[in-house]
């Protein structure tokens, strides 16, 4: 059996807020419940694919563990750590190690986590061009604002000719301050990414997480102009927990099973274009 909630960003930045006097870091929170051999983890997710994946071994592999999930989907990045550190999460799965480390240096969160589950490519789209070649000088992208993601947005663009970044800042700590050649006079429009997608007509292109470009439809390989590419990525989605949770038998188990060859091959059928690609 499974549960899925869905939390709003404006109800649950208003319970955060209310939650945000505790610890920062990691506490002595139980981790699930049990009743009668089988223990219940409440898992925040974001919808697409972390969602999906999720819900598939809800459905079809956790029985066999004795688990049962619960599944909190969340639609802003900011908030599944904090909802972890608060104990009202068991886990979450919905991002990468740059974010990840960024979130825990900057928050003082004490998290731990797993190897990777799956690679989201991240693609540059359009409404207005069928080909990278097309943008004019002056062209206006959107990109994300947040600091793990800009720089990996950035790379993209660098890799495909569009600009240079400053070669000794690190790409997963590059900001639109360390372009050192934009010959095309790219204008950067940064914003938060869950609206990259529903603001592509203001634009002339975006620079599109995967999660989100899923979710309006697009696909990095059929409809980007620019791609991602998802071998020796740094940026895998996995689990993670509570900092001492990660021997926790129970979540062991999960991350067990959200890196199995059944969730190999659901991922592989599920997406079939290439727009979430396994990571073990």
Known sequence: MRRIVTISAAVAASALVLSSCGAAGGGDQ?????????????VGVSPVPHGTILEFVADELAADADLDITIVSYDDYALPNRALVDGELDANYFQHLPYFESESESQGYELAHFPGVHIEPFALYSNDYDDVSELPDGATIGINNDPSNQGRALDLLAKAGLLTLDPDVEVVQATVGDVVDNPHDLQFIEADAASLARTLDDVDASVINGNFAIEAGLSPTLDGLIAEGGEDSPYANFLAVRAGDET??????????????????????????????PAF
């Open 30 to 42: 139980q981790v699930g419940s049990e009743s009668d051999g089988i223990t219940t983890l409440t």
């Open 248 to 277: 926790n038998e129970a979540i062991l188990k999960l991350d067990a099973l959200l890196r199995s060859d059944e969730v190999r091959a659901f991922i592989e059928a599920t997406w079939d274009d290439g727009a979430v690609v």
